[in-house]
Nanobody, 127 residues
């Protein structure tokens, strides 16, 4: 079992930056692929970014490419999402998620491919 706790959300003006953190419990964190998803009011949860267990590969949704960066520190059991040049349309609750099959070297792009979820952290970008 893995518990995930997100932090770092908040209110920021358009063009600003935030860094989200997701701290994981458990000794198997380093073998999990990790992902970030977001959900805006009235919308479905959508994929934002993912990273392989060793950080060797990453992937992003098109609208955040060049602005967001996912990274991880396996020694700290933590995954990060650096968000720059934020836009009002980035406003959502952001969730981190863990894929326990990540030891295979891949990561999922769909929410149903992830096994564990955090409680979410609110990001609000004002115009």
């Amino acid at each position: 079992q893995v518990q995930l706790v997100e932090s770092g959300g908040g209110l920021v003006q358009a063009g600003g930056s935030l860094r989200l953190s997701c701290a994981a419990s458990g000794r198997s964190f380093s073998m999990y692929a990790m992902g970030w998803f977001r959900q805006a009011p009235g919308k479905e949860r959508e994929f934002v970014a993912a990273i392989t267990w060793n950080g060797g590969r990453t992937d992003y949704m098109d609208s955040v490419k060049g602005r967001f960066t996912i990274s991880r520190d396996n020694a700290k059991n933590t995954v990060y999402l650096q968000m720059n040049s934020l836009k009002p349309e980035d406003t959502a609750v952001y969730y981190c998620a863990a894929d326990r099959t990540g030891y295979r070297g891949a990561y999922g792009l769909r929410a149903d491919e992830y096994d564990y979820w955090g409680q979410g952290t609110q990001v609000t970008v004002s115009s």
